[in-house]
């Protein structure tokens, strides 16, 4: 219950960061803007994967082996279009 | 289409997708497509707007604690593979032939929005709110609903991985989000009950997007300032949609959303 809470603060901060730079790459034009929309960009796609990384570790402290085994390999197909997408 | 627009498309969508448990792209991409844009640069723009959507629900969703986080990773494998090959190949799919897969999308979404069923699982006196959540090692927990709290526990897996593995294809093809896939599949395939599946889709179509994105960027179709304006506009129409969940009555909003959806179907098909 503690862990699921944190979890929602996190996310609660990444949320409030995300529209930060979501507005700054909307509305700050030149290269501050571009580095504020690439940010923003980059936080929605780190959100899921941190959240998906935290739940490895709670079920692994958990032993609860089966699914923490499932989101390695979750983690894992995200990690292979991180690599395509820099190899590209 | 000029930003104001944009942005007041990308909030309205992601509050109803949200609303509705079906994602705010299925609504988005048609439309942006309808208004000049093509294909290919409205498909990011429909991700964002779904990874933004997700992430405006997870903090509420995981207090209410209806989203089964396992339930959620155990099928997100099949979608998120699907979805990197679906992204992977729709540089190579022509814009007409692009389109009509969306009216497609739209008309099924539709469909499938317009026949789901309300609840199935009924509360059981037994349980109190400290049984509410995930149960460990399992792909079952319970959910509060009313007054009462209500077991659940998702069955047919394999065809359920099919259905998810689907999702994430069109996902990855078009841009549309898989919810509107997602949250019928695990309600009437796997037997989850619609609250906990529209919550467990919403936070697996952020990975999916993550997915989708992260592709996308390698082949430099997000327009950035676009992108930014979308996001914002998700956040705000996400956080909103999420607390109107508690408000209005799913059946109404999924039958108006169905209509819609109907609606831009039929013109991307005859408009192609």
Request: charged share 10%; glycine share 12%; aromatic share 4%.
């Amino acid at each position: 219950m503690m862990s699921f809470r944190a979890l929602s603060r996190v996310l609660q901060v990444a949320l409030i960061l995300t529209f930060a730079c979501a507005l700054g790459g909307a509305f700050i034009p030149g290269v501050v803007g571009r580095v504020s929309g690439t940010a923003c960009i980059v936080l929605l796609i780190a959100a899921p994967v941190v959240r998906v990384g935290w739940l490895v570790v709670d079920w692994t402290r958990e032993r609860d082996t089966r699914f923490a085994l499932l989101g390695s390999a979750l983690l894992l197909v995200l990690a292979t279009s991180g690599a395509i997408a820099l190899v590209r | 289409m000029n930003p104001v627009a944009l942005a007041f498309a990308a909030f309205v969508t992601a509050a109803i997708g949200t609303l509705g448990g079906l994602g705010g792209a299925i609504l988005l991409v048609p439309l942006l497509v309808l208004s000049g844009m093509e294909a290919k640069y409205a498909a990011p723009l429909g991700l964002v707007s779904v990874a933004a959507g997700s992430l405006a629900a997870a903090p509420h969703q995981l207090t209410a604690r209806v989203v089964n986080q396992r339930l959620g990773v155990a099928t997100e494998i099949a979608a998120s593979s699907a979805a990197l090959i679906g992204a992977l190949v729709s540089g190579l799919i022509g814009q007409s032939v692009l389109a009509v897969l969306l009216g497609v999308v739209a008309l099924v979404a539709a469909f499938a929005g317009a026949r789901r069923k309300g609840v199935r699982n009924l509360p059981d006196s037994s349980l109190s709110v400290d049984d509410v959540g995930e149960t460990p090692g399992t792909l079952a927990g319970v959910y509060p609903l009313g007054d009462g709290f209500v077991p659940y526990r998702a069955n047919r897996l394999p065809l359920g991985l099919l259905g998810m593995g689907m999702a994430g294809l069109i996902s990855g093809l078009s841009g549309v989000g898989g919810g509107w896939v997602k949250t019928p599949t695990a309600s009437e395939v796997m037997h989850v009950p619609v609250k906990v599946a529209a919550a467990t889709s919403t936070f697996t179509v952020g990975v999916t997007a993550a997915v989708g994105l992260l592709v996308y960027e390698s082949q430099g179709r997000i327009v950035i300032s676009d992108a930014a304006l979308v996001a914002a506009a998700g956040l705000i129409g996400g956080t909103v949609g999420v607390r109107l969940q508690h408000v209005l009555p799913p059946p109404l909003v999924r039958r108006g959303l169905s209509a819609i959806l109907a609606v831009i179907g039929v013109l991307l098909i005859v408009r192609r």
